[in-house]
């Protein structure tokens, strides 16, 4: 059996923020992918504005270093659960993993999720333990939970005799010693171990071709690209191939374009053999988990799991009184457009027509999936009503199920008893309480999912922002009876149009938090607090003081009014109640009533109690 010595195929897969993408930014520069005068961004990987912002990666990248006559092959993938199924089908594509992991922070919830991928993949795994400079930093110790972590997911035991590297990736340093003091300025520490520790592929060149994609992407003038390894044989630019559908039918096309990767370039070759990652176009149609091979000799692959949606969103146009005063797209053919644009590249993401032309479905794989989309849109100049996110139930073997999310909590010891009610009252279970006698706790739950929507805001009022929560989604479970989670408030809701003015919300401040400033513009319907008790009430935040000739002593001494609580888009995602929408426009985040008229409203709100009762 022959194998390409010359090449490597590795993912580098961590919990959010551990520092994969820095990791992946050293090993392009100490290779010499960049030219000496060259600017290269921090986090070269995480390309569009908003991985820069958020400091997350959402698309899984491709890259290639060249090291010692080598070239390794590099996919930086995303670290939070809800962007899971690329993590899941880059497994695929790879040989072996570097699994990086925070010196000081440890195993958590997204290491154990991209972990237990891999080792279902029976991938030989490198351990990164990542930010060795840190203040507190206990990498021995870390070695262990990991190690505890490979035998809870029931690894092997070749796989338990697992590498380790220790390494900042801030600093470009690497050491095989856990001293800092040792460390290295290069990351040959990490290259040699890659060279003598991943599998190199099997050179099968001279068999019949299979190329099978586990990526996508679009491009305005080639149209769509499929990204994925060549299994098994050749392909060359011209040449005429099978594309085996997911439906079983086949489709024939000839190969535009091959691209190979080298740094941040894509680079066009005319031909790829096994053991190459490429991508590939000149078939409009083709899709995750399909495979091209020979005409003459068809044999598909084992298909792709993609991971299915388990939340869902209604999205409509926006029809509110401010409608098209931010926006160049607000019709619901742009709004259409757009969506089913996104389904070019992103196979985790459903979106349904409804019975109404201005509304659709969208379903994802949790909050920030939506989030990240309709923050997109927002930027690009989009307007549009979204609703409050809900789980999507599915039926198995008979009985109706829900997603249920591991979660993960560190927090100051004095705040465990009030968590520990919070999300029993949410039907949380528990499953393990760490207390290593810091004064700081770990506790791990299994919470339904639609527990956790709306939880935030409570979690970081009860902890005083001095807890931290993670969470990733873990499987479908029977449905748990009883009031789960939800918003306890009333909302104040704005009766009247017009500008908010400091007289009007300084007298209102007693009946609840405001969210809106003094000249902020308003409608009515429109949710301009959150009211102290549970019901929703319904005031006039435009009144304005009435000037009359008689003066009391007291009478124009200076207002102080509190700061309003602006919420960004995920906490308003996150507050919406049933009957309530967030409307997203490029300048603004409202959150307003479904029925704006306050005569309505109510008519509508007896109608589905009497409806309820019957």
């Known amino acids: 059996m022959k194998i390409r010595e010359d090449v490597r195929n590795i993912a580098i897969i961590a919990h959010v923020d ?31 504005d908003l991985e820069r912002e ?142 003598s520790e991943i599998p190199a592929p099997i050179d099968n060149s001279d068999e019949p071709l299979q190329f099978q994609v586990a990526l996508l992407d679009y491009n305005e003038f080639i149209g769509r690209i499929g990204i994925g390894r060549v299994f098994r044989g050749e392909i060359s630019v011209g040449q005429q191939v099978a594309l085996m559908k997911l439906d079983g039918t086949v489709k024939q096309f000839r190969v535009t374009k091959i691209f190979g990767f080298h740094g941040l370039k894509r680079v066009e070759v005319q031909k790829a053999i096994a053991g190459d990652l490429i991508a590939l176009s000149g078939m409009e ?34 029809n509110s009184p401010f409608a098209g005063r931010d926006g160049k797209h607000v019709t619901s053919r742009k709004i259409e457009e757009r969506l089913l644009s996104q389904l070019h590249t ?39 009503l979204v609703s409050k996110p809900e789980v999507i139930f599915r039926e198995i073997d008979g009985v109706r199920c829900e997603p249920v999310e591991r979660v993960q909590i560190d927090l100051p010891e004095e705040n465990t008893g009030a968590i520990m009610e919070s999300l029993g009252a949410r039907k949380g279970e528990l499953v393990d309480m760490i207390n290593n006698g810091s004064g700081q706790v770990r506790l791990i739950f299994n919470v339904p999912s639609r527990g956790l929507i709306g939880y935030t805001t409570e979690f970081l009022t009860l902890t005083r922002g001095y807890g931290i929560i993670n969470h990733t989604f873990d499987s479908y479970k029977p449905v748990v009876s009883g009031y789960v989670g939800g918003r306890r408030q009333g909302v104040l809701v704005s009766m009247e149009n017009g500008k908010a003015t400091q007289y009007s919300i300084f007298a209102l401040e007693d009946r609840g938090v405001i969210f809106v400033e003094p000249g902020a513009e308003v409608y009515e319907g429109m949710i301009v607090g959150e009211h102290s008790r549970d019901n929703d009430l319904a005031v006039n935040i ?17 207002v102080t009014i509190k700061r309003p609580r602006i919420m960004s888009l995920e906490e308003s995602l996150e507050y919406l109640n049933e009957d309530e929408y967030c409307e997203v426009t490029p300048h603004n985040i409202r959150l307003r009533k479904k029925i704006l008229d306050k005569n309505e409203r109510e008519k509508a709100a007896k109608k589905k109690k009497l409806g309820e009762e019957i």
């Not at 920030?368 to 927002?378: A, K, Q």
């Open 285 to 318: 149609d083709i899709n995750v988990g399909e495979t091209v091979c020979p005409i003459e000799k068809q044999e598909a692959l084992p298909l792709l799991r993609i991971d299915e949606p388990t939340l869902q969103m209604t999205f409509v146009t926006n």
């Open 18 to 48: 551990h520092g994969k993408t820095t990791l992946v930014d050293q090993l392009l520069k100490q290779a010499g992918t960049f030219r000496a005068n060259e600017h290269v961004e921090e986090r070269a990987m995480d390309s569009n």
């Open 346 to 384: 992103d196979v985790s993401l459903r979106v349904d027509s409804t019975d109404s032309p201005d509304e659709w479905i969208v379903s994802g794989r949790g909050e920030l999936h939506l989030s990240i989309l309709i923050e997109n849109m927002r930027r690009e100049g989009f307007e549009l």
């Open 542 to 558: 435009v009144r304005a003081k009435q000037m009359t000739n008689v003066r009391s002593s007291n009478k124009d001494n200076t």
């Open 54 to 195: 958020r400091g997350i990666t959402i698309l899984a990248k491709n890259t290639a270093v060249n090291y010692k006559d080598n070239r390794i092959n590099i996919l930086d993938t995303p670290g939070h659960a809800d962007f899971g199924g690329e993590v899941e089908r880059i497994m695929k594509m790879v040989d072996g993993v570097v699994l990086v992991i925070d010196a000081y922070e440890g195993c958590m919830p997204q290491t154990r999720f991209v972990l237990k991928k891999a080792l279902e993949q029976h991938l030989k795994v490198i351990v990164v333990v990542n930010k060795v400079d840190r203040d507190f930093a206990r990498p021995l110790e870390v070695v262990d939970e990991t190690i505890d972590l490979f035998i809870e997911l029931g690894a092997e035991d070749d796989q338990l005799d697992f590498p380790v590297v220790y390494a900042s990736g801030i600093n470009g340093t690497s050491s095989l010693s856990p001293d800092p003091a040792d460390q290295e300025d290069t990351m040959e520490s990490l290259y040699e171990t890659i060279l």
